[in-house]
């Protein structure tokens, strides 16, 4: 019902800043919350940082608290995530999630959002 790609990883160096992006067509205005989770080789997808739809409230991981910036473009039905002052620890596939389950609390909203729609994955790799 809601598809969402992502766009935007690539290579940076330590210090530096990307951002990238989720596009979501399809039930658009079935979405309630969407976000960004990571996830490195053998490890559990983390998640990162979340925003609702409506209201626009923002939700982050302590790791990422002062440097990542989640947002939304309303008219484009894409969420953005701008990071700043890359750690090479942030190296990861960067993967985007929507749901449609109303949820009352940032913990009911990560796992609302785990269990939701998925984009691919993008890989966002930064150097030493």
């Known amino acids: 019902q809601v598809q969402l790609v992502e766009s935007g990883g690539g290579l940076v160096q330590a210090g530096g800043s990307l951002r990238v992006s989720c596009a979501a067509s399809?039930?658009?205005?079935?979405?309630?919350?969407s976000g960004w989770f990571r996830q490195t080789p053998g490890k559990e997808r983390e998640f990162v940082a979340a925003?609702?739809?409506?209201?626009?409230?923002?939700y982050y991981a302590d790791s990422v608290k002062g440097r990542f910036t989640i947002s939304r473009d309303n008219a484009r039905n894409t969420m953005y995530l701008q990071m700043n002052r890359l750690k090479p620890e942030d190296t990861a596939v960067y993967y985007c999630?929507?749901?449609?389950?109303?949820?009352?609390?940032?913990?009911?909203?990560?796992?609302?959002?785990?269990?939701?729609?998925w984009g691919q994955g993008t890989q966002v790799t930064v150097s030493s």
């Open positions: 999630a929507a749901t449609s389950t109303l949820v009352g609390s940032g913990g009911s909203l990560i796992g609302a959002l785990r269990s939701g729609y």
């Open positions: 925003v609702r739809w409506s209201g626009s409230t923002t």
């Open positions: 399809g039930r658009t205005f079935s979405i309630l919350a």
